[in-house]
Nanobody, 116 residues
C-alpha cells in the first residue's frame, strides 16, 4: 500500500501563488510517476502536471508557464508551485502516484480557491 498526504491548499487572490506538496509513504513499492490532477465543481477530473522518476514532465496547456512540478525522490514527495493563479484554477487538487509493481494511488485532495 501507498499512503499519500497532501498539504498546501488554501484561499488566494488572483495573481497570487500557492505551493502544494504530497508525500508518499511506502515500504514495498517503487514510485514511478507522481503528479497532480484537479476537479472543479461540475467538471471532470483533469491532469495538471506529472513527473516521472527520471524527471520527465508533462503539463496541461492551461497551466504551462505558470505552474511548476518538482519532486524529491529521496523523500517520495512531489510539489506543485502555482504562480499567477486565476479564478479558473479553483478546484480540488489531487495527488496521484503510480508504482511498481503496478499500482495507482490518489490523495484525499486539497482545496485551492482563487478569488477574483
Amino acid at each position: 500500500q501507498v499512503q499519500l498526504v497532501e498539504s498546501g491548499g488554501g484561499l488566494v487572490q488572483a495573481g497570487g501563488s500557492l505551493r502544494l506538496a504530497c508525500e508518499a509513504s511506502t515500504s514495498r513499492f517503487s514510485i514511478n510517476v507522481m503528479g497532480w490532477y484537479r476537479q472543479a465543481p461540475g467538471k471532470q477530473r483533469e491532469l495538471v502536471a506529472t513527473m516521472t522518476s527520471g524527471g520527465v514532465t508533462n503539463y496541461a496547456n492551461s497551466v504551462k508557464g505558470r505552474f511548476t512540478i518538482s519532486r524529491d525522490n529521496a523523500k517520495n514527495t512531489v510539489y506543485l508551485q502555482m504562480n499567477s493563479l486565476k479564478p479558473e484554477d479553483t478546484a480540488v487538487y489531487y495527488c496521484r502516484v503510480m508504482t511498481s509493481p503496478p499500482g495507482n494511488y490518489w490523495g484525499q485532495g486539497t482545496q485551492v480557491t482563487v478569488s477574483s
